[in-house]
Each structure stands twice: as structure tokens, then as C-alpha cells.
């Protein structure tokens, strides 16, 4: 099975600086995505930013870029440009791409605290 | 374009009672998937249906079913609620399973058992 780790349980980060969040992650898959969550206060789960394993290219959503490196195992987000907006749970979270099932692993996550 | 919904926001229940769960995705969405997110646990696959059939089900009791209707909404139940079942469920859909689809998620229901 497939486990993803994210390593810091908090973080903190002062507004217009920039945030990195580390996730790592286990697999003897070569093909999967992996995905970034937010999760704020209201609880609903927010789509980030995605990456398919075998496209090289980081994956960028405006201030949000990841770093993905396959053979590390390793796929980190930067948040640039920090707003208040961005406090919130972040979760890590990795699907395989079999046709058996499309469920997401997450990591534990890491709760981003953004301050003025 | 509304988005998931999920009833009820909270629920309180005493153990041994069972308790039923609604999700109703995006409009045109056929794919729904259940999670359960604890503090202890982290967020968890329960199950996930698509056209009225069970597609694939996480490593949970028996005791956690679920269903999905012809108009795609989805209903998940626990029977013999259980202290450890308390928890945040939540419930996404897609358009249709599939590595490359995007979830969007409801805002839970807050389950809490006494």
C-alpha cells in the first residue's frame, strides 16, 4: 500500500514571505498522481494543485508551484506571496492511475499558519 | 452550479444506534466517494460508487454500507455506532472514476457518538 508522510505538522509564515511543505511518499507504482489540499476552517477540501507522475514538468497554479522529484520520492509545495487566505490544513495526497480504484491516500497534513 | 452537499452538517448519537449519511453531488457528476477523517487517523477511503455500483471499499468494518441512487446521490450508513466512529465524513464526487478527474468535496457531516 501506498503511504504518504508529511513531516512538519505545523508551519508558519509571515504574509507576502514564502512557505515550502514537504511531503513524501511511498510506492512500487511508476504511474499515479499526487495532489495538494486545503482544507480551511469550513472543512471542505480544496483542490490545490495536481501532478501526474510522468510528466517532468512542475506543476504551477499561479502563487502555488510544486517540486516533484520521482526518484526521491519527493513532492514539496511552495507558496509564494503568502495571504491570510492561505491558513489552513494542507494535505498531501497520492492516487495510482491502475483501473482498480481511484481512491486518494492522504499524509496527515500540515496546518499553515499565515500571520501579518 | 451548486456544489456537493452534505446532510446533515452535525450529528449526535449514542453508541449502538446506527446512523445514515446523504451526499448529493454536482449536478452531471455519476462519481461518489466517501472519506472519514479523524484526528488520530487522518483522513481514510471509506468507498466509492459510480452508476449505482460499489467500485472499490477501504479497509472498514462491515458495519459501514453505503448506497447510490439512479439520480447519483449517495447515502453511507454505520450500524452499532461504535466510540471510534466519531468523526468528519466527507464526501466527494467527479464526473466519472478515473485517475485524471478532479474531486470536489462536500463540507462534511460532523458525526459525534456518545
Known amino acids: 500500500a501506498q503511504t504518504v508522510t508529511q513531516s512538519q505538522p505545523e508551519m508558519s509564515v509571515q504574509e507576502a514571505e514564502t512557505v515550502t511543505l514537504s511531503c513524501t511518499y511511498d510506492?512500487?507504482?511508476?504511474?499515479?498522481?499526487l495532489f495538494w489540499y486545503k482544507q480551511p476552517p469550513s472543512r471542505q477540501m480544496i483542490l490545490v494543485i495536481r501532478?501526474?507522475?510522468?510528466?517532468?514538468q512542475n506543476a504551477t497554479e499561479n502563487r502555488f508551484s510544486v517540486n516533484f522529484q520521482k526518484a526521491a520520492k519527493s513532492f514539496s509545495l511552495k507558496i509564494s506571496d503568502s495571504q491570510l487566505g492561505d491558513a489552513a490544513m494542507y494535505f498531501c495526497?497520492?492516487?495510482?492511475?491502475?483501473?482498480?480504484?481511484?481512491?486518494?491516500?492522504f499524509g496527515k497534513g500540515t496546518s499553515l499558519l499565515v500571520t501579518p | 452550479k451548486a456544489g456537493v452537499t452534505q446532510t446533515p452538517r452535525y450529528l449526535i448519537k449514542t453508541r449502538g444506534q446506527q446512523v445514515t449519511l446523504s451526499c448529493s453531488p454536482i449536478?452531471?457528476?455519476?462519481?461518489v466517494s466517501w472519506y472519514q477523517q479523524t484526528p488520530g487517523q487522518g483522513l481514510q477511503f471509506l468507498f466509492e460508487?459510480?452508476?449505482?455500483?460499489?467500485?472499490n471499499k477501504g479497509n472498514f468494518p462491515g458495519r459501514f454500507s453505503g448506497r447510490q441512487f439512479s439520480n447519483s446521490r449517495s447515502e453511507m450508513n454505520v450500524s452499532t455506532l461504535e466510540l471510534g466512529d466519531s468523526a468528519l465524513y466527507l464526501c466527494?464526487?467527479?464526473?466519472?472514476?478515473?485517475?485524471?478527474?478532479?474531486?470536489?468535496f462536500g463540507s462534511g457531516t460532523q458525526l459525534s457518538v456518545l
Open positions: 466527494a464526487s467527479s464526473y466519472r472514476p478515473g485517475r485524471n478527474e478532479k474531486l470536489f
Open positions: 510506492t512500487s507504482e511508476s504511474d499515479y498522481y
Open positions: 501532478q501526474e507522475a510522468y510528466k517532468q
Open positions: 495526497a497520492y492516487r495510482s492511475a491502475s483501473n482498480s480504484g481511484y481512491a486518494l491516500n
Open positions: 449536478s452531471g457528476h455519476r462519481s
Open positions: 460508487y459510480f452508476s449505482e455500483t460499489q467500485r
